[in-house]
């Protein structure tokens, strides 16, 4: 009877020492792919800082301005006007205090902003009332 149960015993203790070696080695493997995952993202986030880095350089004011210097023949380049981003009427201001539009005698004033968003193919919806 004691043969039998320390087989049994001997037998268990395999069993248990296999399924250690391999939950080891399941999470040796895994710690070898957060390694290299770890890897990845350190290598991405050094390239984005490299990307960083050559975006801050090629935009500094001094070498741009060399650009244009030596390309203006080339590229005809003009400064930007203040009217070109935006014209008075589309200023964030209290309606008082716009511009009021030369209207023409008998003529109705409209809305400029209203005349931006409309375009030449598109009718402005009409107010449903019911």
């Not at 003009?78 to 009217?83: D, G, I, S, V, Y």
Request: hydrophobic fraction near 40%.
């Amino acid at each position: 009877m004691l043969r039998t149960f320390d087989l049994i015993l001997v037998g268990s203790m395999l069993a248990a020492a296999a399924v250690t070696y391999q939950i080891k080695h399941h999470t040796d493997n895994k710690a070898a792919e957060v390694r290299r995952l770890e890897a990845e993202i350190k290598l991405e986030q050094d390239t984005i800082e490299l990307l960083r880095a050559d975006r801050a350089l090629l935009t500094q004011p001094n070498r741009l301005e060399r650009l244009v210097k030596s390309y203006s023949a080339e590229l005809k380049l003009e400064p930007t006007a203040p009217e070109q981003l935006a014209r008075p009427v589309e200023l964030p201001m209290p309606r008082d205090q716009l511009p009021k539009p030369e209207v023409a005698e008998g003529e109705t004033p409209s809305d400029p902003v209203k005349d931006l968003i409309t375009t030449g193919s598109v009718e402005p919806m009409e107010s449903v009332d019911d």
